[in-house]
């Protein structure tokens, strides 16, 4: 078998994890892992589920966006029921997985823009989704999606360009999908089990983020803002300064940087 030729045995096999990624369902190819893993969720799916894609065609990102998810990227959704006050840390769970993992597998850093794309040499390298169902205060599941360009030759995709990058072209060679997806579920589920026990992952987090002291312009919505990203709240929201000195706090938006 190839580096690149995933199976959800090669996947589970020896998994150093409780729940995460015991069951895998890979599909060469499919439109999105968020719909499948939704309806594996509405479906009573076991904590833990993963929905994994060789390739997706309808791949989507944040604010209705298209997410390009080519063969060689790695694209998977997790299926988890969490309660209600940790649906805020996911955010933060994801991307700083993600960090860990692409510096434990390849030796790369990376950085968050908040609130949580992930950057190699300041060209985004991964995207997050995290989509939840709450009712009545309850949350019947959450399934944070994770887009990462790993063997990609962006110059493929000029529509990407000059904002993105792949792992491979900041390497100058190919890296196994495969090591990359086990780490991440091995580094999510500590992440998750740290939350659970009452720990915070929200300093790790902070310290990641390459978005702080930078200006910044940030469109939340209708509104645009524009000011230096002073700090975030343990919520995981931003605080933004303004020019005659006020603060405003965002809980979502799409950042640009500045200086
Ligand atoms: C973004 O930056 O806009 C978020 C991109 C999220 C992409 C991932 S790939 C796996 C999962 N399935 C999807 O359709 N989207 C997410």
């Not at 996947?11 to 990624?21: N, R, V």
């Not at 890979?26 to 390739?55: D, K």
């Not at 995207?127 to 009712?135: A, H, R």
């Amino acid at each position: 078998m190839g580096e690149n030729s995933l199976s959800p045995a090669s996947i589970t096999s020896d998994l150093e994890t409780q729940f995460i990624g015991h069951k895998v369902i890979y599909y060469p190819r499919l439109t999105s892992t968020m719909e499948v893993a939704r309806r594996e969720a509405r479906l009573g799916a076991v904590e833990g589920t993963v929905v994994i894609a060789g390739e997706q065609t309808a791949g989507r990102g944040r604010l209705r966006r298209v997410w390009l998810s080519p063969e060689g990227s790695l694209a998977l959704s997790i299926i988890l029921y969490p309660g209600l006050v940790y649906l805020p840390s996911l955010i933060m769970l994801a991307s700083l997985a993600v960090v860990r993992s692409i510096e434990a597998v390849t030796g790369l850093k990376s950085q968050v823009k908040w609130p949580n794309d992930v950057l190699v040499n300041g060209r985004k390298v991964c995207g997050i989704l995290i989509e939840s169902d709450v009712q009545a205060g309850t949350v019947a599941y959450a399934i944070i999606g994770i887009g990462v360009n790993v063997n990609l030759r962006l110059s493929d995709f000029p529509e990407v360009l000059p904002l993105a990058t792949s792992l491979s072209e900041e390497l100058g060679r190919d890296v196994s999908l495969l090591s990359l997806i086990r780490r991440l579920l091995v580094e999510i589920e500590g992440l998750y089990l740290t939350l659970l026990a009452g720990g915070s992952i929200y300093e790790e987090w902070r310290d990641n983020l390459v978005t702080l002291g930078r200006k910044v312009r940030v469109e939340s919505g209708k509104i645009r803002y524009e000011g230096i990203a002073e700090s975030v709240a343990r919520d995981g929201s931003l605080l933004l300064r303004h020019s005659n000195g006020n603060l405003t706090k965002i809980v979502a938006g799409d950042v640009t940087l500045g200086d």
